[in-house]
């Protein structure tokens, strides 16, 4: 079993509908939760960045952490086309190593 | 601007070849990262360095070799022991207390 596990997609949506997408995970040790989005072809950017449980809202973007059922979440509201790209769940417990999630693509369809 | 600084962009490689990967960063940030990607598996760790003239093996360290003789420079040896070498190349860096990375635009390795 994989540390952390990320439904691959991919995920197509209408412009405008919500995107969500989860993560869960096997360490209870993670404490340090993270989304990045991979447009093709290049590096993945830090989109959200939470420590612990609890919610972070930033724009049209909301991430929530669920500590006591290892499971993590991202929001996309009123999703654009430019929102089309792979989006990676990471995590870290107290030293610098991330694990990643495999990534889920996403199309947002105008 | 600061930033990493992957090169080159695209690489090919033949059989029984070592080819070298260089990452450079001008973020001041102390730990740097390899990581490959391949389709459907996410990432990978390779090496990583916390300090100069340091680094650590990570979940698939063989048939690749690293040095971290400056801060600002992570450069990854592909050796020819790596039998299944193509993938996307990701370098990566974050300082001290800061649990997010910087990535670099990556590079792409093909064997042919």
């Known amino acids: 079993q994989k540390e952390v596990e990320q439904d691959p997609g991919p995920l197509s949506v209408p412009e405008g509908a919500i995107v969500s997408l989860n993560c869960t995970y096997s360490?209870?040790?993670?404490?340090?939760f993270m989304w990045y989005r991979q447009y093709s072809r290049k590096g993945p950017e830090l989109l959200m960045y939470?420590?612990?449980?609890g919610n972070k809202e930033d724009g049209r973007f909301t991430a929530q952490v669920d500590k006591s059922s290892k499971y993590i979440s991202l929001f996309i509201r009123d999703s654009q086309p430019s929102d089309s790209a792979t989006y990676l769940c990471?995590?870290?417990?107290?030293?610098?190593?991330?694990?990643f999630g495999a990534g889920t693509t996403v199309t947002v369809r105008a | 601007d600061g930033g990493i600084t992957q090169s080159p962009k695209y690489l090919f490689r033949k059989e029984g070849q070592n080819v070298t990967l260089s990452c450079e960063q001008n973020?001041?940030?102390?730990?740097m990262y390899w990581y490959r990607q391949d389709p459907g598996q996410g990432l990978r760790l390779i090496y990583y360095s916390q300090i100069v003239n340091d680094f650590q093996k990570g979940d698939i360290a063989e048939g690749y070799s690293v040095s971290r003789e400056k801060k600002e420079s992570f450069p990854l040896t592909v050796t020819s022991a790596q039998k299944n070498p193509t993938a996307f190349y990701l370098c990566a860096s974050n300082s001290r207390g800061v649990y997010g990375y910087t990535f670099g635009s990556g590079t792409r390795l093909t064997v042919v």
């Open positions: 360490n209870s040790a993670f404490q340090y």
């Open positions: 990471a995590m870290s417990a107290n030293d610098y190593k991330l694990s």
């Open positions: 973020l001041n940030h102390d730990a």
């Open positions: 939470t420590y612990s449980s």
